[in-house]
């Protein structure tokens, strides 16, 4: 009993104070476990629920390497933070999940498919090229193809940094300039997402698959079902396939993978993230244990919790209306909150604009038709 005491006076920091962040805080406040934050403002969503919050950059290698000090493990809640700071801590003695090498990897999504290629791990084929002018060079050569999906190799974020490019017209319209990944469109069926999780111990454990789909404008998830509509056999091996990705990097913490379930029914990675992950929210009303409170189980390596379903249940996000920006208001509240099983979560952004990720809503229902006649 006094390791477990010890274990939640673990002083945890985490690289972003965003709405990821503050539901860690809150999942870290049912064990009033010290949970620290660095971003750029306290008076972001984790602000108020965090033990402390230092106002800083988490891109900035002095700022990540002076919170990291002050803290006994680090974690992130976004990809992009300074790794150079990360690994030097490393090589200090700082436990940092997940590892700045496999943060290195997924942060790049060049590294990522390379990675996957290496460990005979299932992804679409794709090319690298240096400059949206060297697209447009191997198109002109008639060594790359229309339609084709663009991806950034780095930054990319909650939609930013992928196209769809179809035709000539995209070309000139929606081409990205950067360094990128060019991958074949695959026929897609659905797409799904598997959370997994695991510890320093090597016990890994994955959620119930979950089918997304996308806003097409933003590239947003707008709503997701859990479980998702597949054969029992495609679930299994998708859960199959997340443990595996885990394994591969040797993260610990939670791993959110993306899979496409193509037309012949092949699973294909499509990216990680390794924190938790729009795909996961439905579980802190759906499941036996939260994707926030499983993320600090593999952090501080305790034992994983069940990942069973409570219930089916559906996910809307709720983004920031089209063609407005200003402060935030939620319109239909009350209507929404009479209800049977629906769960609202507001992020507590005071400011809304087109498509920002404002808060989301879970549906719970005992049949998954229920769940989405009231979703």
Not at 247 to 272: R, S
Not at 324 to 335: I, K, M, N, V
Request: charged share 25%; proline share 5%; net charge negative.
């Amino acid at each position: 009993m006094e390791h477990n005491k010890d274990i939640l006076q673990t002083k945890v920091g985490v690289l972003g104070g965003g709405q990821l962040g503050k539901m860690l805080a809150l999942a870290a406040g049912n064990w009033h476990l010290p949970i620290y934050f660095l971003d750029e403002s306290r008076d972001f969503p984790a602000g108020p629920f965090a033990t402390g919050f230092t106002e800083g950059s988490f891109k900035n290698y002095d700022d990540v390497y002076n919170f990291g000090k002050q803290v006994d493990i680090l974690t992130i809640e976004i990809e992009h933070v300074n790794t150079d700071a990360l690994l030097q801590l490393e090589k200090e003695g700082k436990k940092i999940f997940p590892q700045p090498s496999a943060l290195n990897i997924i942060k790049d999504k060049g590294l990522q498919k390379q990675f996957y290629k290496q460990h005979q791990l299932p992804t679409s084929d794709f090319q690298f090229f240096d400059s949206g002018e060297a697209i447009k060079n191997a198109i002109t050569a008639g060594q790359l193809q229309f339609p084709f999906v663009q991806k950034s190799r780095t930054a990319g974020y909650d939609g930013r940094g992928v196209a769809i490019i179809r035709s000539e017209a995209d070309l000139q319209n929606k081409l990205l300039p950067e360094a990128s990944v060019i991958e074949a469109l695959v026929g897609i069926q659905k797409e799904l997402a598997v959370i997994v999780a695991r510890n320093e111990h090597g016990e890994v454990a994955a959620f119930p698959t979950v089918e997304m789909d996308f806003n097409p404008e933003a590239n947003l998830v707008e709503w997701l079902v859990c479980p998702a509509d597949v054969d029992p056999k495609i679930e299994q091996e998708a859960e199959d396939l997340a443990k595996r990705v885990i394994e591969a990097y040797g993260i610990c913490g939670l791993l959110a993978v993306e899979l496409f379930l193509t037309k012949d029914n092949q699973l294909l990675i499509n990216e990680v993230a390794p924190r938790p992950h729009n795909s996961g929210h439905h579980t802190i009303d759906s499941c036996f244990t939260s994707q926030f409170e499983q993320h600090l189980r593999g952090i501080l390596n305790l034992p994983l919790g069940s990942t069973k379903m409570k219930s089916p249940s559906v996910m809307v996000n709720l983004l920031g209306a089209e063609g407005f920006s200003g402060p935030a208001f939620y319109d239909g509240l009350e209507d929404c909150l009479e209800i049977e099983g629906v769960k609202i979560h507001l992020y507590g952004k005071a400011n809304t604009k087109p498509f920002r990720k404002m808060g989301h809503v879970t549906v719970l229902a005992e049949r998954m038709e229920q769940a989405k006649q009231k979703g």
